[in-house]
Every structure is written in C-alpha cells, then in structure tokens.
C-alpha cells in the first residue's frame, strides 16, 4: 500500500468515524465516500508536496478491502476458485483451490490477524476470548468462521474460514461437475420425493453440506422443512423452511443452545422434514427417535464409508446417557435410516459420490445389514445388485424402481 493509500485511507476511516456509517452493514455509501475522498485527494495533491495516486481504480479497492472487507484476504474472498482460506500463523497464510492447499505470500501481523476475526464477528453476535477460546460464525456472504486461540493452540490464533463456494443447488448440477452419474441422481431424487431417511457420508471438505442442500431441493414444493444446525450453512431452495442454528453460552455461562434442544424443538414445528446439518454427538440419539416418529430427515456425518456411517450412527447415541444401550439403539438404526451416500475428495481435486447403499432394515447379532445399490468401479459410479427399502413408498409416488436401477449397458 502506498503512502498515498494510507492517507486516504486514514481520511475515510475519520469519516466514516463521524458519520457513524457501519461499513458492513452500508457498503453502496463507504463505497461512495471512498470516490469523494479520493478525488478531493486527487485535486489537492495536483498543487504539489503530495504523494500521487496512480491508479484510483486500484487505490479504491485497496481501501473499500480495509476498511468494508477484510484487508489482505479480501481478494481470496474475492476469487471463486478459492475454496478455503487458513492462518496457521500471520506468516503461513494457506488457501484451497479445488481441494489442493497452496501456501499465499501473504504476510500479516499478530495485531492484524486479531483485528480481522474482530471484524468478522462482528455482524455474528459472537465472540472469542479466553473464557471461549473456540468460535464459529457465518461470515455475512454464507462463509464459515471457525477461530482457535492461545492457550489452546500454542502461540497464535487459528482460523479457517470455510467459503460457501456455490457450485451446485440441484441433483443435475452434480451430473454435470461429474458428482454423481445422471443415473444415480434420479435415484436419489425419488429417494427424497419417496420420503426416505438419507444419511450423506464423508470426510472434512468432502462436500456433504453441498449434497445435502441438493437433495434438499429436490423435497416436493408444498412441504415444510426444519432446519438444525451449529451455524447456518444449507441454503434449501423452497418457499417453507424454518431454519435454526446453536447459541454459545453468554458471559456468565447461561443462554447456550445445543443441537440436541433444537433437534427436540423442530418436532414441535409441525414439520414436513427435519434436516440436521451435521451430527456430531448426542444429538444423534434425537434426530433417531425423530425418524423413527415418522418424520422423514436427512443429515451429513463425518465417516470414511457408508458402513463406518451407520457404525457410527449406532454408536454416538450411546453418548447421550447410561441409559441408553445398543440394544435400543442398533435396531432403531436399522429401522430409521434408508439410505446412506458416502462422497469423498479424490486426488485430482473433484468431489465424487463413492457408494450409495441402502438400508434394508435388518441385524444380524449387532450389525446392521446394508444392500449395495451403487459402488464406484474403475473410478465411475455404477449399479450394484441391491434395492432400497420401503419399495412401495417408490411406487405411491409414481417412481418405477425396476426403471431408475436397471443396469446400464
């Protein structure tokens, strides 16, 4: 930045100061006072003994990104191919283009990287500090914040901001970045309009949240969708949804709102489909006795195959309590989840879906029995031998399934 930017710059924040403009909230107006700054700069510094500005296109970006944006990291903010931006420290900035992590050479100071996540938390209503050294928040463009602060990590501030890169709203929009095969998106579309219990599967940056909002928009139009999450991250496309997200506890350590309390609300919410964003916990324990209630759901859930993913879905209930035990929990299982997508990040950067299996409803001993409707062969996801449950949900609906999983020749 030059010395010519940062008196403008010093001039706009002076101004923006005395009129009470809050740059994040009114960024037309901090735009068109950063145009009047600048050329009444421009018009003193033709008189002499003032730095020249070059180029004022260039000069107001630079100030419209410190003082409305997020300074150095606007431009990542800025480009589409960025998937993900971290700090590990001011001097180890890294970004993510299509899955693959790439060291920028941008450089920050201690101070700077502070007043930034000050900045994006600003709009949230949270905060970080040492009573809550963790925060996650959602940026105002849909991206998502997660910081970690010393003494948890070990000297500096940690923080990732997942962007909401939008790339795809629809089953089809998979088809075509190469997701899904056309033949498995019509499957899973008449699993959603059938009301089936889908469980999408995958590791970090996986693109399950993606997923879920696709098949989410395949939900018939009259029903009504209730949404929970930690932080709002779905975006559902239909004209019923009610959408809530977790509270971190106040000062004083009361006010907090976990997942399990809004898995529990959503039931009183007259809803059509409940919709976890992510189960982690105990929460699992209530999204189980919501599907078993009759109440058709999705979510996504961290597991490295469709089989760890009902694995793990018979275990994280057992967090809820010492009451409850894998007797109740294994068969509930096996009853209340139909369909499990597992999707990964391959080597060449591109999200593909690697299995879709359905569950028929069967145990044998503790394990819950699974059908191979989809596998990935030779790198393509191709038809396998099984059939989902609840065939005739399929035919009310006006699906033939002998049509949708035939095998392709």
């Avoid at 239909?238 to 959408?243: K, N």
Wanted: charged residues 25%.
């Amino acid at each position: 930045m030059t010395d010519a930017v940062r008196v403008v710059e010093d001039e706009v924040r002076e101004l923006i100061r005395r009129s009470g403009l809050d740059p994040a909230r009114h960024p037309a107006e901090v735009g068109r006072l950063v145009h009047d700054v600048i050329t009444d700069y421009d018009e003193r510094s033709l008189h002499g003994g003032m730095p020249v500005i070059v180029d004022r296109q260039e000069a107001a970006k630079q100030v419209l990104d410190t003082v409305a944006g997020f300074g150095p990291l606007q431009p990542y903010f800025d480009d589409p191919t960025v998937e993900e931006i971290w700090i590990n420290e001011p001097s180890k900035i890294f970004i993510a283009r299509r899955g693959v992590a790439e060291l920028t050479t941008t450089i920050l100071t201690p101070d700077e990287v502070r007043d930034l996540v000050e900045r994006m938390l600003r709009t949230s209503g949270r905060r970080v500090d040492l009573s809550s050294p963790f925060v996650d928040a959602t940026l105002s463009d849909g991206s998502r914040l997660h910081v970690v602060i010393p003494d948890i990590t070990r000297d500096h501030w940690h923080v990732n901001i997942r962007k909401f890169v939008v790339r795809a709203d629809h089953l089809e929009d998979l088809v075509r970045l190469g997701t899904l095969t056309a033949q498995a998106a019509r499957f899973l579309e008449a699993c959603v309009v059938a009301g089936l219990n889908i469980l999408v599967a995958g590791g970090t940056q996986a693109g399950k949240t993606t997923l879920l909002n696709c098949l989410a928009a395949s939900i018939p139009s009259r029903e009504r969708v209730v949404t929970c999450e930690e932080v709002f991250e779905l975006k559902i496309p239909l004209r019923d949804v009610a959408s809530m997200q977790c509270r971190q506890p106040s000062l004083e350590g009361t006010g907090e709102v976990p997942l399990r309390r809004l898995v529990k609300e959503a039931l009183r919410m007259r809803p059509s489909r409940i919709i976890v964003g992510e189960v982690r916990q105990a929460e699992s324990l209530d999204l189980l006795i919501a599907l078993n209630s009759g109440v058709p759901g999705m979510c996504t859930l961290h597991a490295n195959s469709a089989r760890e993913a009902i694995v793990k879905m018979c275990t994280l209930p057992l967090l809820a309590g010492e009451n409850v035990g894998s007797r109740f929990v294994v068969p509930t299982v096996a009853s209340s989840v139909d369909i499990v997508v597992h999707q990964a990040i391959d080597r060449d950067g591109v999200r593909r879906v690697h299995e879709i299996v359905g569950v028929p409803g069967r145990i044998e001993g503790d394990v819950v029995e699974i059908a191979d409707l989809f596998v990935s062969r030779g790198g393509r996801l191709t038809r396998a031998d099984g059939f989902p449950p609840h065939i005739e949900r399929f035919e009310r609906t006006g699906y033939d399934l002998s049509v949708l999983l035939a095998q392709e020749t």
